[in-house]
Each structure stands twice: as structure tokens, then as C-alpha cells.
T-cell receptor, first 115, second 115 residues
Framework: AQKITQTQPGMFVQEKEAVTLDCTYD???????LFWYKQPSSGEMIFLIY??????QNATEGRYSLNFQKARKSANLVISASQLGDSAMYFC????????????FGKGTKLTVNP | GAVVSQHPSRVICKSGTSVKIECRSL??????MFWYRQFPKQSLMLMAT?????????EQGVEKDKFLINHASLTLSTLTVTSAHPEDSSFYIC???????????FGPGTRLTVT
């Protein structure tokens, strides 16, 4: 069975600094996809970044980058130059192989950006 | 990006009544939609996979007779919570996949409160 582990229930960062949110995963599938979503207090799930298991380079999207270490089965999210609006819950998710697009989510990390 | 809507955004109902939640993909067709449930301060738990024109696939432990899913068209899936009870109070979120892509778009969620 696939599993996503986020070990940081909460993280704090100063505005304008960088922060890393940890995510490890467990799967026996050779092909899979890894996602990060942001969920502000309003509840909507906002897609941030995607990494395919066969992608050679780490994914980047603006201030977001994914530190993908396949051998360690980790997919940490790095947010650079944190902004107050980055305060939210962050979920790591995995899409297993098999033709289904369903996602398995981690428990999430609550990020608080301090001014 | 693609847009998924949900209606209603909030609903309060009395115990024993049924509630229908709609999930629509506004600018793309989705053969597959997903329904998630999220309790306060917890992660998203997949309830079922909704397939257009066929029966939904429910996750283990989800009562299919209580959570009725109908995916009648390529842009609409509905979740009906039948004979709702206070323990069904939760945040329900749907998602849809445009197909041929890894991206999965989430609706804004529906907060159900059963009194």
C-alpha cells in the first residue's frame, strides 16, 4: 500500500526566508507522481507543484521547488522568500501507478509565516 | 487553470434528512471525479471514485448506500448524503481530472453541518 508521511505538524518561518516542508513516501510501484497542495483557511486545495518518478530534474514553479530524492523516497517542498500569504496547510500527495488518478495524502504541515 | 465548482459551499441540515452536493467541471470534461472527506485539522480521505456512466468505486469502510454518487455526465458528479447524522458533519471536496494529464483540480469544498 502507498503511504505518505509528513512528520512536521507545524512549521514557523520568518517572512522573506526559505522553508523546507518534509515529505517521505512508501510505494513499490516503479512509476508514480508526487504532488504538493496548499490549503488556506478557506478550504480550497491549490495545486503547487508536481514531480514524476522518472523526471530527471527537480520540479520548480516560481518560488516553489521540489527536492526529489528518489533513493531516499523523499519529496520535500522548498518555499523561497516566504510571504505572509504562504501561511496555510500544506499537503504532500502521491498518485500510485495503475491508471487511476486517485491521490493518497499525507497528514499535512501547518506553515505559519511571521512578519 | 481548469475550474471545478461545488454547490452548495455550506449546508446545514437536520438529522435524518438527505443532502446533495454537486461537483462540476466548468471548462473541461472529466470522465473521472473523486470525492474526499476532511475532518477538522485532518487530511483528505478519499471516499470514492466517480466514473461517468458507471458505478462509483468506494474506498474500504465507506458506506455506498449512505453516500450515493451519480456521475451522469462528463461535467457533473453528485454526492448525496442520505439520512445524515451529526457524525457526517465534515468538509467534502471533489476533484476532477481533465485526462491525458497528471493534473487534478479540486473544487472549493462543501461544509456540511448536521444538527
Amino acid at each position: 500500500a502507498q503511504k505518505i508521511t509528513q512528520t512536521q505538524p507545524g512549521m514557523f518561518v520568518q517572512e522573506k526566508e526559505a522553508v523546507t516542508l518534509d515529505c517521505t513516501y512508501d510505494t513499490s510501484d516503479p512509476s508514480y507522481g508526487l504532488f504538493w497542495y496548499k490549503q488556506p483557511s478557506s478550504g480550497e486545495m491549490i495545486f503547487l507543484i508536481y514531480q514524476g518518478s522518472y523526471d530527471q530534474q527537480n520540479a520548480t514553479e516560481g518560488r516553489y521547488s521540489l527536492n526529489f530524492q528518489k533513493a531516499r523516497k523523499s519529496a520535500n517542498l522548498v518555499i523561497s522568500a516566504s510571504q505572509l500569504g504562504d501561511s496555510a496547510m500544506y499537503f504532500c500527495a502521491m498518485r500510485p501507478q495503475g491508471g487511476s488518478e486517485k491521490l493518497v495524502f499525507g497528514k499535512g504541515t501547518k506553515l505559519t509565516v511571521n512578519p | 487553470g481548469a475550474v471545478v465548482s461545488q454547490h452548495p459551499s455550506r449546508v446545514i441540515c437536520k438529522s435524518g434528512t438527505s443532502v446533495k452536493i454537486e461537483c462540476r467541471s466548468l471548462d473541461f470534461q472529466a470522465t473521472t471525479m473523486f470525492w474526499y472527506r476532511q475532518f477538522p485539522k485532518q487530511s483528505l480521505m478519499l471516499m470514492a471514485t466517480s466514473n461517468e456512466g458507471s458505478k462509483a468505486t468506494y474506498e474500504q469502510g465507506v458506506e455506498k448506500d449512505k453516500f450515493l454518487i451519480n456521475h451522469a455526465s462528463l461535467t457533473l458528479s453528485t454526492l448525496t448524503v442520505t439520512s445524515a447524522h451529526p457524525e457526517d458533519s465534515s468538509f467534502y471536496i471533489c476533484s476532477a481530472c481533465p485526462g491525458q494529464t497528471y493534473e487534478q483540480y479540486f473544487g472549493p469544498g462543501t461544509r456540511l453541518t448536521v444538527t
